[in-house]
């Protein structure tokens, strides 16, 4: 087999994976909240699934909120951000299969021109900020064949600071709303 072939081949079967785990997780949305009542290691997994999904979201960062209220809000950060980097996997993924997907959106050449000039920037900078289209710039990131392990890094940085936000407001709110003895 062709290097060529090889390559088109697990382009193809990268998609059909990020396909098949995004639909699963769309129609199992309900289920997953079940997860957070295994503490830590709960929010972690629950984290890497609403992040696997593509375009479609899930609610990581209310889970995150309100699991900030009843843990250690810093741990549950750490825990949903890398959580979140991991499920973000799936969009770098998607992106590696093919280009084709993304260069349909309007904004996409400034993204890849963003992309190109301020990689490392780019993606620390798109993970903590929450939006959706999070996932057009691990899709972009993997079409660029940007390295994985600076993809990885840079957006779970951002998405551990994007986290501490959420668990410490959530902290925050829980304790002005019911405030301790």
Not at 37 to 55: D, K, M
Not at 111 to 135: C, H, K, Q
Request: glycine letters at 10%.
């Amino acid at each position: 087999m062709r290097p060529e072939q090889r390559t088109l081949i697990l382009r193809v079967l990268a998609l059909v994976f990020v396909i098949a785990v995004t639909v699963s997780l769309f129609l199992l949305r309900d289920r997953l909240q079940h997860l957070e009542f295994f503490g830590y290691p709960g929010i972690f997994l629950l984290s890497i699934l609403a992040n696997a999904t593509v375009i479609l979201p899930l609610p990581g960062v209310l889970i995150t909120s309100a699991m900030g209220a009843v843990f250690d809000p810093f741990w549950v950060a750490v825990a949903a951000g890398s959580g979140a980097a991991l499920g973000e996997l799936s969009g770098y993924l998607a992106g590696f299969s093919g280009q084709g997907v993304v260069q349909r959106v309007k904004w996409h050449a400034q993204l890849e021109d963003w992309m190109r000039r301020y990689g490392d920037i780019t993606i620390l900078v798109l993970s903590f900020v929450p939006n959706p289209a999070f996932d057009v710039a691990g899709i972009t990131a993997g079409a660029l064949k940007l390295p994985l392990y600076r993809f990885l890094f840079w957006c779970w940085l951002g998405k551990v600071i994007k986290m501490l936000v959420f668990a410490y407001g959530g902290s925050t709110i829980l304790n002005f709303v019911f405030p301790r003895g």
